[in-house]
């Protein structure tokens, strides 16, 4: 079963960094644009990084631009997310997600149903 999972969340203070994982099983995350999404209590679930399936275009968010990095792990296919000077509008639950169709471009590369794949989230808490 296609399914990817991600690792690497916690408790971290306010200026720290995290690093995120986004491993996948049963298929090659190498031919497939992905995404990080996050999503906070009370509000909508939104993109902050994608990264494309064959050159490795990435895009940020402007809200995470500077601070967040993604970057790929082809032997081990995984996905990493990159993120320091964190700081409390970071906090939420982070999720990784396969892209259905190509290469993620323009306005509509954050939008939630071109993703076909989900995982199960990983917590990101940002303490003053």
């Known amino acids: 079963q296609m399914r990817l999972v991600e690792s690497g969340g916690g408790l971290v203070q306010s200026g720290g960094s995290l690093r995120l994982s986004c491993a996948a099983s049963?298929?090659?995350?190498?031919?497939?644009?992905i995404a990080w999404f996050r999503q906070a209590p009370g509000k909508e679930r939104e993109g902050v990084a994608c990264?494309?399936?064959?050159?490795?275009?990435?895009y940020y968010a402007d809200s995470v631009k500077g601070r967040f990095t993604m970057s790929r792990d082809d032997a081990a296919n995984t996905v990493y997310l990159h993120m320091k000077s964190l700081t409390l509008d970071d906090t939420g639950v982070y999720y990784c997600?396969?892209?259905?169709?190509?290469?993620?471009?323009?306005?509509?590369?954050?939008?939630?149903?071109?993703?076909?794949?989900w995982g199960q989230g990983t917590q990101v808490t940002v303490s003053p």
């Open positions: 049963e298929f090659t995350l190498r031919y497939y644009g």
């Open positions: 990264i494309a399936p064959t050159d490795d275009m990435d």
């Open positions: 997600a396969r892209y259905a169709l190509g290469v993620q471009s323009g306005a509509a590369r954050f939008r939630v149903e071109d993703y076909d794949t």
